[in-house]
């Protein structure tokens, strides 16, 4: 397979102004999901096989949001689509302005593997809406998902509109040298950052959704059992391989243990009642990453949880406490279903500590007191 030949087919096909077509993006929109809906089964089965993550959770965490966007797309491009009529400014009368929705051309999107259907098919869905020719290279560590979106894109829609490229790290280099029209990659800062250099020598626009270590604040007027509840369900859904889960929790001190007996009692109610982890517990993606998790945990911090098992890649949803910022835990982002709790006295303070780091993804704030959550 030539990448520079499926490109240059994709720029020439882009020329012929087909795409253009409102009604031809609708039907390629509707197309897709007749064939997403047909092989659901398929879809189900290749990510279990990958990391073991159940249909329900599959569908709620990505079916259901690649439907909905489909969807909202299907149901609004013609609007999207329509030319606006703008105020002319000064120098430019009598001239009439408008804005003119145009597709840029022929666009990468960069998957991760953490939710490998949603985050390769989300991008792409609105740069077909939007009249572009689109390259999906997958994350080649969901290798089942991987083969199933090329099977399933690649056999049913022509290589020189909407394709799917598979490989590793040698293909998204290869792919990173051509010139594109805009570019969306989702995973580390690291590789962000060669994403972004790379498309910055073409001047080349990206999107870039890139991790970080999302903060949960936690106030001494909050709902205790709601607020549990919520970070449980938050935090160790697809095993806190997500990333706007939150990272770390910031409570006031009065409440620390409150807070930590609820979320203890949640993690129980929500995954098990004994000591073994639920059979549908989503696992850690691979072996690499279950030792780096692995070494984060500081065995005389461990609140809850803890127990993991090696040959299934099975971290049980983990609870530490007496965690300061100075600890290891605490330097990069966990991506994994292990929570440190930290407490705090002066909330200027604590502010202060997280403005010193990187900016997050995402910031929780569970309050009752408006003023003090703005």
């Avoid at 598979?166 to 995973?187: A, P, R």
């Avoid at 020598?201 to 001494?220: A, M, R």
Wanted: with cysteine; aromatic share 10%.
């Amino acid at each position: 397979m030539e990448i520079s030949k499926i490109i240059n087919s994709q720029k020439y096909f882009f020329n012929t102004n087909k795409t253009k077509d409102v009604r031809f993006r609708i039907e390629t929109l509707k197309k897709l999901k007749t064939i997403l809906k047909e092989n659901e089964k398929d879809l189900y089965n290749s990510i279990y096989s990958d990391f073991k993550k159940s249909e329900f959770e599959t569908y709620m965490s990505e079916l259901a949001l690649i439907y909905n966007e489909l969807n909202d797309a299907i149901r609004n491009l013609k609007k999207w689509s329509k030319q606006k009529r703008v105020r002319t400014n000064f120098v430019n009368l009598p001239s009439k302005s408008y804005i003119i929705p145009e597709p840029l051309g022929t666009v990468l999107v960069i998957s991760a593997w953490n939710y490998p259907y949603l985050i390769s098919l989300i991008p792409a869905i609105s740069a077909i809406a939007a009249g572009n020719t689109v390259v999906v290279k997958p994350s080649e560590i969901t290798i089942n998902c991987s083969n199933i979106i090329s099977k399933l894109i690649n056999t049913n829609f022509p290589e020189n509109y909407f394709t799917v490229i598979e490989g590793g790290v040698d293909t998204t280099t290869e792919l990173l040298k051509e010139k594109w029209d805009k570019i969306f990659f989702t995973g580390s800062s690291t590789v962000g950052k060669i994403i972004y250099k790379a498309a910055a020598d073409k001047l080349t626009p990206v999107t870039l959704e890139l991790g970080g270590k999302s903060p949960t604040f936690v106030l001494n007027d909050c709902n205790i059992n709601m607020t549990a509840k919520r970070i449980v369900w938050s935090k160790f859904f697809n095993a806190g391989q997500t990333c706007i889960a939150p990272d770390y929790i910031l409570v006031e001190k009065k409440i620390e243990q409150k807070l930590l007996e609820a979320l203890k009692q949640e993690i129980k109610n929500n995954y098990s009642n004994t000591d073994t982890i639920n059979e549908n517990y989503v696992q850690i993606i691979n072996k690499r990453h279950f030792q780096r998790l692995i070494n984060l945990i500081p065995t005389d911090r461990i609140y809850s949880g803890g127990e993991y098992n090696v040959e299934e890649r099975i971290i049980n949803p983990t609870i530490l406490h007496n965690i300061d910022f100075e600890d290891d835990i605490m330097k990069d982002e966990i991506f994994g279903p292990i929570l440190p709790i930290i407490s705090f006295d002066n909330l200027n303070e604590t502010i202060a500590n997280i403005k010193k780091k990187d900016k997050p993804l995402s910031l929780y704030i569970y309050s009752n007191d408006k003023k003090r959550i703005k």
